[in-house]
Protein backbone atom coordinates (compact mmCIF):
# COMPACT_ATOMS: atom_id res chain seq x y z
CA UNK A 1 0.00 0.00 0.00
CA UNK A 2 2.99 2.52 0.99
CA UNK A 3 4.87 1.59 -2.02
CA UNK A 4 1.92 2.31 -4.28
CA UNK A 5 1.35 5.18 -2.93
CA UNK A 6 5.22 6.05 -3.63
CA UNK A 7 4.75 5.03 -6.69
CA UNK A 8 1.88 7.48 -7.33
CA UNK A 9 3.49 10.55 -5.72
CA UNK A 10 6.39 10.11 -7.90
CA UNK A 11 4.55 9.88 -11.05
CA UNK A 12 2.33 12.81 -10.38
CA UNK A 13 5.69 14.87 -9.77
CA UNK A 14 6.94 13.58 -12.97
CA UNK A 15 3.53 15.25 -14.49
CA UNK A 16 3.92 18.17 -12.23
CA UNK A 17 7.39 19.06 -13.80
CA UNK A 18 6.71 17.96 -16.84
CA UNK A 19 3.74 20.03 -17.40
CA UNK A 20 6.37 22.98 -15.88
CA UNK A 21 9.00 22.43 -18.53
CA UNK A 22 9.27 24.53 -21.16
CA UNK A 23 10.28 23.56 -24.77
CA UNK A 24 13.39 24.62 -25.95
CA UNK A 25 15.14 25.69 -29.31
CA UNK A 26 18.66 24.52 -28.27
CA UNK A 27 20.79 23.18 -26.02
CA UNK A 28 22.34 25.43 -24.11
CA UNK A 29 22.41 25.73 -19.91
CA UNK A 30 21.83 28.62 -18.23
CA UNK A 31 25.70 28.80 -16.91
CA UNK A 32 26.78 29.24 -20.83
CA UNK A 33 23.67 31.63 -21.54
CA UNK A 34 24.79 33.98 -18.73
CA UNK A 35 28.78 33.31 -20.00
CA UNK A 36 27.10 34.77 -23.49
CA UNK A 37 25.75 37.63 -22.21
CA UNK A 38 28.28 38.65 -20.30
CA UNK A 39 29.26 41.65 -21.89
CA UNK A 40 24.98 43.12 -22.76
CA UNK A 41 24.70 42.74 -18.86
CA UNK A 42 27.80 44.32 -17.40
CA UNK A 43 27.71 47.18 -20.54
CA UNK A 44 23.73 48.51 -19.10
CA UNK A 45 23.66 51.54 -21.74
CA UNK A 46 23.78 51.47 -25.78
CA UNK A 47 22.44 53.41 -28.53
CA UNK A 48 19.40 52.79 -31.00
CA UNK A 49 19.89 53.97 -34.43
CA UNK A 50 17.00 54.29 -36.75
CA UNK A 51 17.79 55.74 -40.12
CA UNK A 52 16.02 54.87 -43.49
CA UNK A 53 14.43 56.90 -46.26
CA UNK A 54 11.33 58.05 -43.22
CA UNK A 55 14.38 60.18 -42.12
CA UNK A 56 13.38 62.67 -45.24
CA UNK A 57 9.84 62.73 -44.67
CA UNK A 58 10.72 63.62 -40.80
CA UNK A 59 7.15 62.80 -39.42
CA UNK A 60 7.63 59.45 -38.18
CA UNK A 61 9.08 56.01 -39.68
CA UNK A 62 5.50 55.00 -39.23
CA UNK A 63 4.90 57.85 -42.04
CA UNK A 64 4.13 55.52 -45.08
CA UNK A 65 1.19 53.67 -42.46
CA UNK A 66 0.08 56.69 -41.06
CA UNK A 67 -0.60 58.53 -44.02
CA UNK A 68 -1.86 55.70 -46.36
CA UNK A 69 0.75 55.72 -48.76
CA UNK A 70 1.23 53.19 -51.86
CA UNK A 71 4.94 52.28 -52.91
CA UNK A 72 4.29 54.72 -55.65
CA UNK A 73 3.19 57.46 -53.42
CA UNK A 74 6.99 56.62 -50.65
CA UNK A 75 9.07 56.72 -53.91
CA UNK A 76 9.61 60.27 -53.43
CA UNK A 77 11.71 59.41 -50.82
CA UNK A 78 13.96 56.92 -52.17
CA UNK A 79 14.64 59.34 -54.97
CA UNK A 80 15.42 61.88 -52.30
CA UNK A 81 17.61 59.96 -49.91
CA UNK A 82 21.15 61.75 -50.26
CA UNK A 83 22.49 61.67 -46.49
CA UNK A 84 25.42 64.09 -47.79
CA UNK A 85 26.87 64.41 -43.63
CA UNK A 86 26.03 60.51 -43.09
CA UNK A 87 29.40 59.84 -40.83
CA UNK A 88 28.81 56.42 -38.45
CA UNK A 89 32.15 57.58 -37.33
CA UNK A 90 30.84 60.51 -35.62
CA UNK A 91 27.94 59.02 -34.65
CA UNK A 92 30.02 56.09 -32.96
CA UNK A 93 32.20 59.04 -31.25
CA UNK A 94 29.44 60.34 -29.58
CA UNK A 95 27.99 57.18 -28.37
CA UNK A 96 31.08 56.20 -26.78
CA UNK A 97 31.74 59.64 -25.21
CA UNK A 98 28.27 59.35 -24.15
CA UNK A 99 28.79 56.55 -22.65
CA UNK A 100 27.53 53.78 -24.15
CA UNK A 101 28.92 50.57 -25.02
CA UNK A 102 27.04 49.05 -27.99
CA UNK A 103 25.20 50.47 -31.41
CA UNK A 104 21.93 49.13 -32.91
CA UNK A 105 20.98 50.21 -36.10
CA UNK A 106 18.15 49.72 -38.54
CA UNK A 107 19.62 47.95 -41.24
CA UNK A 108 15.84 47.59 -42.86
CA UNK A 109 12.29 49.40 -41.11
CA UNK A 110 8.69 48.51 -41.79
CA UNK A 111 9.22 50.80 -44.89
CA UNK A 112 10.95 47.68 -46.14
CA UNK A 113 14.26 49.94 -47.47
CA UNK A 114 17.57 48.24 -47.12
CA UNK A 115 20.55 50.17 -45.61
CA UNK A 116 23.03 47.43 -47.15
CA UNK A 117 23.27 45.74 -50.46
CA UNK A 118 21.32 42.97 -50.62
CA UNK A 119 21.07 40.26 -53.74
CA UNK A 120 17.54 40.02 -53.18
CA UNK A 121 16.09 43.26 -53.64
CA UNK A 122 16.51 46.56 -55.68
CA UNK A 123 15.17 48.74 -52.87
CA UNK A 124 18.29 49.44 -51.70
CA UNK A 125 21.07 51.94 -50.63
CA UNK A 126 22.99 51.14 -53.56
CA UNK A 127 20.15 51.80 -56.03
CA UNK A 128 19.99 55.55 -54.92
CA UNK A 129 22.32 58.30 -54.57
CA UNK A 130 24.33 57.42 -52.21
CA UNK A 131 25.54 54.14 -54.26
CA UNK A 132 27.47 52.76 -51.15
CA UNK A 133 26.75 49.76 -48.30
CA UNK A 134 25.91 52.26 -45.36
CA UNK A 135 25.43 49.44 -43.18
CA UNK A 136 29.45 48.35 -43.93
CA UNK A 137 29.97 51.65 -43.06
CA UNK A 138 28.22 51.76 -39.67
CA UNK A 139 30.04 48.12 -38.63
CA UNK A 140 33.31 49.55 -39.54
CA UNK A 141 32.86 52.64 -37.52
CA UNK A 142 31.19 51.43 -34.59
CA UNK A 143 34.03 48.42 -34.38
CA UNK A 144 36.83 50.61 -34.83
CA UNK A 145 35.96 52.70 -31.49
CA UNK A 146 35.60 49.51 -29.55
CA UNK A 147 31.91 49.30 -29.28
CA UNK A 148 29.80 46.07 -29.66
CA UNK A 149 27.76 45.82 -33.16
CA UNK A 150 24.16 45.63 -33.40
CA UNK A 151 21.33 45.16 -36.07
CA UNK A 152 17.74 45.91 -36.25
CA UNK A 153 15.86 44.04 -38.65
CA UNK A 154 12.18 44.73 -39.29
CA UNK A 155 9.91 41.58 -39.65
CA UNK A 156 7.43 43.52 -41.22
CA UNK A 157 7.57 44.68 -44.87
CA UNK A 158 5.77 47.45 -46.34
CA UNK A 159 6.69 47.18 -49.69
CA UNK A 160 8.04 43.77 -50.03
CA UNK A 161 5.52 41.99 -53.11
CA UNK A 162 4.78 39.04 -51.12
CA UNK A 163 4.42 40.25 -48.04
CA UNK A 164 0.60 39.56 -46.82
CA UNK A 165 -1.85 42.56 -44.99
CA UNK A 166 -2.12 42.88 -41.64
CA UNK A 167 -4.21 45.83 -39.45
CA UNK A 168 -0.32 47.35 -39.98
CA UNK A 169 0.01 47.34 -43.47
CA UNK A 170 0.30 51.09 -45.04
CA UNK A 171 -2.98 50.10 -48.11
CA UNK A 172 -5.59 48.46 -45.55
CA UNK A 173 -6.14 51.67 -43.30
CA UNK A 174 -9.23 53.10 -45.01
CA UNK A 175 -10.79 50.24 -45.96
CA UNK A 176 -10.46 47.15 -43.33
CA UNK A 177 -13.29 44.49 -45.04
CA UNK A 178 -11.82 41.13 -45.68
CA UNK A 179 -12.83 41.66 -49.69
CA UNK A 180 -10.61 44.11 -49.34
CA UNK A 181 -7.84 42.20 -47.90
CA UNK A 182 -8.68 39.51 -50.42
CA UNK A 183 -8.24 42.00 -53.25
CA UNK A 184 -5.12 43.10 -51.89
CA UNK A 185 -3.61 39.81 -50.91
CA UNK A 186 -3.97 38.22 -54.72
CA UNK A 187 -0.77 37.12 -55.77
CA UNK A 188 1.27 37.47 -52.34
CA UNK A 189 2.89 34.78 -50.73
CA UNK A 190 4.35 34.48 -47.22
CA UNK A 191 6.43 31.54 -48.04
CA UNK A 192 8.17 33.53 -50.11
CA UNK A 193 9.09 36.70 -48.00
CA UNK A 194 10.02 34.28 -45.48
CA UNK A 195 12.55 32.80 -47.76
CA UNK A 196 13.65 36.36 -48.60
CA UNK A 197 14.29 37.10 -44.90
CA UNK A 198 16.15 34.24 -44.03
CA UNK A 199 18.10 35.19 -47.58
CA UNK A 200 18.82 38.69 -46.16
CA UNK A 201 19.45 37.77 -42.50
CA UNK A 202 21.95 35.16 -43.81
CA UNK A 203 23.27 37.89 -46.05
CA UNK A 204 23.56 40.22 -42.90
CA UNK A 205 24.83 37.84 -40.39
CA UNK A 206 27.60 36.51 -42.96
CA UNK A 207 29.00 39.74 -44.92
CA UNK A 208 29.86 41.86 -42.16
CA UNK A 209 32.02 39.93 -39.48
CA UNK A 210 30.73 39.12 -36.02
CA UNK A 211 27.60 40.93 -34.94
CA UNK A 212 26.98 40.83 -31.56
CA UNK A 213 23.15 41.65 -31.26
CA UNK A 214 20.11 41.19 -33.62
CA UNK A 215 16.97 43.03 -32.89
CA UNK A 216 14.18 41.60 -34.73
CA UNK A 217 10.64 43.91 -34.65
CA UNK A 218 7.92 42.65 -34.33
CA UNK A 219 4.99 40.07 -33.26
CA UNK A 220 1.71 41.44 -32.54
CA UNK A 221 -2.03 40.62 -32.05
CA UNK A 222 -2.09 36.87 -30.74
CA UNK A 223 -5.58 36.96 -31.37
CA UNK A 224 -5.77 38.26 -34.49
CA UNK A 225 -2.88 36.78 -36.12
CA UNK A 226 -5.48 34.00 -37.64
CA UNK A 227 -7.74 36.12 -39.09
CA UNK A 228 -4.61 37.72 -40.60
CA UNK A 229 -4.75 41.16 -38.93
CA UNK A 230 -2.15 40.02 -36.56
CA UNK A 231 1.28 38.23 -37.42
CA UNK A 232 3.67 36.10 -35.30
CA UNK A 233 5.99 33.27 -35.07
CA UNK A 234 4.13 31.30 -37.62
CA UNK A 235 3.92 34.08 -40.69
CA UNK A 236 7.39 34.62 -39.77
CA UNK A 237 8.50 31.04 -39.64
CA UNK A 238 10.97 31.78 -36.22
CA UNK A 239 11.67 28.85 -34.80
CA UNK A 240 13.78 27.97 -38.13
CA UNK A 241 14.78 31.46 -38.27
CA UNK A 242 15.92 31.73 -34.72
CA UNK A 243 18.24 28.54 -35.42
CA UNK A 244 19.52 29.86 -38.82
CA UNK A 245 20.72 32.85 -36.22
CA UNK A 246 22.06 31.11 -34.13
CA UNK A 247 23.74 29.02 -36.97
CA UNK A 248 25.69 31.62 -38.46
CA UNK A 249 26.35 33.86 -35.22
CA UNK A 250 26.89 31.72 -32.13
CA UNK A 251 27.60 33.81 -30.07
CA UNK A 252 24.93 36.64 -31.02
CA UNK A 253 22.15 38.41 -28.73
CA UNK A 254 18.73 38.09 -29.89
CA UNK A 255 15.84 40.03 -28.38
CA UNK A 256 12.32 38.83 -28.06
CA UNK A 257 9.90 39.43 -30.81
CA UNK A 258 10.12 36.47 -32.37
CA UNK A 259 6.40 35.56 -30.64
CA UNK A 260 8.37 32.70 -29.39
CA UNK A 261 7.31 33.02 -25.36
CA UNK A 262 6.83 28.90 -25.37
CA UNK A 263 9.80 28.08 -25.61
CA UNK A 264 12.49 28.82 -22.95
CA UNK A 265 14.94 30.14 -24.99
CA UNK A 266 13.26 31.43 -27.79
CA UNK A 267 14.58 35.41 -26.78
CA UNK A 268 17.90 36.27 -25.16
CA UNK A 269 16.31 39.29 -23.57
CA UNK A 270 12.63 41.29 -22.93
CA UNK A 271 12.19 44.65 -24.45
CA UNK A 272 10.09 46.62 -22.67
CA UNK A 273 9.22 49.84 -25.38
CA UNK A 274 9.05 53.33 -23.49
CA UNK A 275 7.56 52.51 -20.23
CA UNK A 276 8.02 54.88 -17.68
CA UNK A 277 10.50 54.38 -14.78
CA UNK A 278 7.68 53.47 -12.63
CA UNK A 279 6.77 50.31 -14.83
CA UNK A 280 10.67 48.68 -14.81
CA UNK A 281 10.27 47.70 -11.38
CA UNK A 282 8.04 44.80 -13.04
CA UNK A 283 11.49 43.39 -14.52
CA UNK A 284 13.77 42.89 -11.77
CA UNK A 285 14.99 38.94 -11.71
CA UNK A 286 14.71 38.85 -15.57
CA UNK A 287 16.97 39.84 -18.45
CA UNK A 288 15.93 43.01 -20.30
CA UNK A 289 16.68 46.17 -21.95
CA UNK A 290 14.19 49.03 -22.23
CA UNK A 291 14.16 51.07 -25.73
CA UNK A 292 13.33 54.67 -25.20
CA UNK A 293 13.40 57.79 -27.46
CA UNK A 294 14.37 61.55 -26.67
CA UNK A 295 11.02 62.41 -28.09
CA UNK A 296 8.01 60.45 -29.48
CA UNK A 297 9.04 59.10 -32.46
CA UNK A 298 11.91 56.61 -33.52
CA UNK A 299 12.63 58.19 -37.05
CA UNK A 300 13.94 61.92 -37.31
CA UNK A 301 10.47 64.06 -36.70
CA UNK A 302 11.78 67.64 -37.14
CA UNK A 303 8.47 69.13 -35.31
CA UNK A 304 7.98 66.96 -32.62
CA UNK A 305 9.11 68.70 -29.25
CA UNK A 306 8.37 66.61 -26.24
CA UNK A 307 11.66 65.88 -26.04
CA UNK A 308 13.19 64.38 -22.30
CA UNK A 309 15.06 66.12 -19.80
CA UNK A 310 18.65 65.65 -18.83
CA UNK A 311 16.85 64.37 -15.74
CA UNK A 312 14.43 61.71 -17.44
CA UNK A 313 17.12 60.60 -19.47
CA UNK A 314 19.33 59.77 -16.37
CA UNK A 315 16.34 58.16 -14.16
CA UNK A 316 15.71 56.04 -17.25
CA UNK A 317 19.14 54.99 -17.05
CA UNK A 318 19.60 54.75 -13.09
CA UNK A 319 16.03 53.13 -12.99
CA UNK A 320 17.30 50.61 -15.63
CA UNK A 321 20.74 49.52 -13.98
CA UNK A 322 18.39 49.70 -9.99
CA UNK A 323 16.16 47.06 -11.32
CA UNK A 324 18.98 44.64 -13.18
CA UNK A 325 18.09 46.13 -16.60
CA UNK A 326 19.81 47.91 -19.48
CA UNK A 327 18.62 51.21 -21.09
CA UNK A 328 18.98 51.59 -25.28
CA UNK A 329 18.40 54.70 -26.52
CA UNK A 330 17.63 56.08 -29.65
CA UNK A 331 18.61 58.63 -31.87
CA UNK A 332 16.97 59.21 -35.48
CA UNK A 333 19.40 61.30 -37.35
CA UNK A 334 17.98 63.77 -39.75
CA UNK A 335 17.72 63.32 -43.80
CA UNK A 336 21.12 64.64 -44.11
CA UNK A 337 22.62 61.80 -41.84
CA UNK A 338 23.16 63.60 -39.10
CA UNK A 339 22.31 63.55 -35.40
CA UNK A 340 20.24 66.67 -34.50
CA UNK A 341 21.25 69.17 -31.96
CA UNK A 342 18.11 68.13 -29.71
CA UNK A 343 20.08 64.74 -29.58
CA UNK A 344 23.63 66.13 -29.45
CA UNK A 345 22.91 68.28 -26.69
CA UNK A 346 21.20 65.56 -24.75
CA UNK A 347 23.81 62.77 -25.72
CA UNK A 348 27.18 65.76 -24.25
CA UNK A 349 24.80 66.26 -20.99
CA UNK A 350 24.96 62.27 -20.66
CA UNK A 351 28.88 62.32 -20.95
CA UNK A 352 29.37 64.71 -18.64
CA UNK A 353 27.46 62.37 -15.86
CA UNK A 354 28.41 59.21 -17.30
CA UNK A 355 32.19 60.09 -17.15
CA UNK A 356 31.68 61.47 -13.47
CA UNK A 357 29.74 58.80 -13.05
CA UNK A 358 29.56 55.86 -14.89
CA UNK A 359 31.03 53.59 -12.30
CA UNK A 360 27.48 53.32 -10.85
CA UNK A 361 25.93 52.14 -14.28
CA UNK A 362 28.58 49.36 -15.85
CA UNK A 363 28.82 45.85 -14.11
CA UNK A 364 25.85 47.21 -11.52
CA UNK A 365 22.87 45.53 -10.91
CA UNK A 366 20.03 46.01 -8.22
CA UNK A 367 21.51 46.43 -4.99
CA UNK A 368 20.92 43.33 -2.29
CA UNK A 369 17.75 43.36 -0.37
CA UNK A 370 19.37 43.69 3.09
CA UNK A 371 20.41 47.30 1.83
CA UNK A 372 17.12 49.41 1.96
CA UNK A 373 17.36 52.89 -0.47
CA UNK A 374 17.70 56.32 1.64
CA UNK A 375 15.25 58.69 1.10
CA UNK A 376 14.91 60.18 -2.58
CA UNK A 377 17.34 57.69 -3.76
CA UNK A 378 18.01 55.07 -5.83
CA UNK A 379 20.38 52.30 -5.30
CA UNK A 380 22.80 50.42 -7.72
CA UNK A 381 25.45 48.07 -7.30
CA UNK A 382 28.79 46.42 -8.19
CA UNK A 383 28.54 43.07 -6.57
CA UNK A 384 32.49 42.39 -7.71
CA UNK A 385 33.79 45.03 -5.94
CA UNK A 386 31.21 45.24 -3.38
CA UNK A 387 29.81 48.74 -3.77
CA UNK A 388 26.72 50.08 -2.88
CA UNK A 389 25.66 53.25 -5.19
CA UNK A 390 23.89 56.17 -3.82
CA UNK A 391 22.24 57.86 -6.29
CA UNK A 392 20.87 60.86 -4.91
CA UNK A 393 17.82 62.17 -6.47
CA UNK A 394 17.36 65.24 -4.07
CA UNK A 395 20.13 67.10 -2.27
CA UNK A 396 19.48 67.02 1.39
CA UNK A 397 19.28 71.03 2.47
CA UNK A 398 20.31 69.86 6.10
CA UNK A 399 23.56 68.24 4.88
CA UNK A 400 22.66 65.01 5.92
CA UNK A 401 22.15 61.68 4.20
CA UNK A 402 21.10 58.98 6.31
CA UNK A 403 21.35 55.70 5.77
CA UNK A 404 19.12 52.99 7.26
CA UNK A 405 19.89 50.45 8.76
CA UNK A 406 23.67 50.83 7.99
CA UNK A 407 25.09 50.40 11.01
CA UNK A 408 28.53 48.19 10.74
CA UNK A 409 28.18 47.76 6.92
CA UNK A 410 30.05 50.59 5.04
CA UNK A 411 33.90 50.34 5.38
CA UNK A 412 34.16 53.89 3.45
CA UNK A 413 32.22 56.52 1.79
CA UNK A 414 32.85 58.75 -1.08
CA UNK A 415 31.43 61.06 -4.14
CA UNK A 416 31.64 59.34 -6.85
CA UNK A 417 32.33 62.25 -9.10
CA UNK A 418 35.57 63.07 -7.60
CA UNK A 419 36.46 60.46 -4.81
CA UNK A 420 36.16 63.00 -1.97
CA UNK A 421 36.01 61.33 0.99
CA UNK A 422 32.90 61.39 3.10
CA UNK A 423 32.73 61.30 6.71
CA UNK A 424 29.80 59.47 8.58
CA UNK A 425 28.74 58.08 11.97
CA UNK A 426 26.12 56.09 13.77
CA UNK A 427 22.71 58.34 14.04
CA UNK A 428 21.89 59.59 17.17
CA UNK A 429 18.30 59.17 16.87
CA UNK A 430 18.38 55.69 15.65
CA UNK A 431 21.52 53.22 16.30
CA UNK A 432 20.62 50.65 13.50
CA UNK A 433 21.22 54.40 10.63
CA UNK A 434 24.71 55.75 9.71
CA UNK A 435 24.31 59.59 9.42
CA UNK A 436 26.78 61.05 5.97
CA UNK A 437 27.69 64.63 6.04
CA UNK A 438 27.47 66.06 2.62
CA UNK A 439 28.74 69.01 2.44
CA UNK A 440 26.66 72.02 1.55
CA UNK A 441 27.13 72.66 -2.42
CA UNK A 442 25.83 70.35 -3.66
CA UNK A 443 28.18 68.54 -6.87
CA UNK A 444 27.87 69.85 -10.87
CA UNK A 445 25.81 66.75 -11.46
CA UNK A 446 22.14 66.48 -11.90
CA UNK A 447 21.85 63.72 -9.74
CA UNK A 448 25.51 63.06 -7.70
CA UNK A 449 26.39 60.07 -6.61
CA UNK A 450 27.78 58.70 -3.18
CA UNK A 451 29.58 55.72 -3.07
CA UNK A 452 29.73 52.95 -0.18
CA UNK A 453 32.52 50.64 0.13
CA UNK A 454 30.85 47.78 1.62
CA UNK A 455 31.88 45.93 5.21
C1 LIG B 1 8.14 49.37 -32.54
C2 LIG B 1 7.91 50.17 -33.76
C3 LIG B 1 9.09 50.73 -34.33
C4 LIG B 1 10.34 50.84 -33.55
C5 LIG B 1 10.49 49.80 -32.49
C6 LIG B 1 11.60 50.04 -31.52
O1 LIG B 1 7.73 48.13 -32.53
O2 LIG B 1 7.15 49.50 -34.71
O3 LIG B 1 8.86 51.76 -35.19
O4 LIG B 1 11.35 50.58 -34.41
O5 LIG B 1 9.35 49.49 -31.87
O6 LIG B 1 11.46 49.38 -30.35
Redo the contacts with the bound molecule.
Keep these: MIRKLKLLLIIAGMMVSFAHAQKSIGTETDAQKQKRMEWWTDSRFGMFI?FGLYSGAARH??VKHNEHMSNEQYQKYFDQFNPDYFDPTKWAKEAKAAGMKYVVMTTK??EGFCLFDSKYTDYKVTNTKVKRDLVREYVNAVRAQGLKVGF?YSLLDWHHPDYTMDNCHPLVQVDTSKANYDRLNKGRDMAKYREYMRNQITELLTNYGKIDVLWL??SWDKKDQKSGHGKGAKDWGSVELLKLVRKLQPGIIVNNRLDLNEYKDGADFE?P?QVSTAELAKYKGKTWET?QTFSGS?GYYRDENTWKTHRQLLDLLITSVSNGGNLILNVGPTGRGEFDYRATRALDSLAYWTHANGSAIYNCTSAPDAYKAPENTKLTYNKAINRLYVHLYTYPVDGKLILPGYKNKVKYAQFLNDHSELLYKPSEANADDLVVTLPVKKPGYEIPVVELTLQ
Excluded: A, R
Aim: charged fraction near 25%.
Design positions: HEWHHYDWTECW
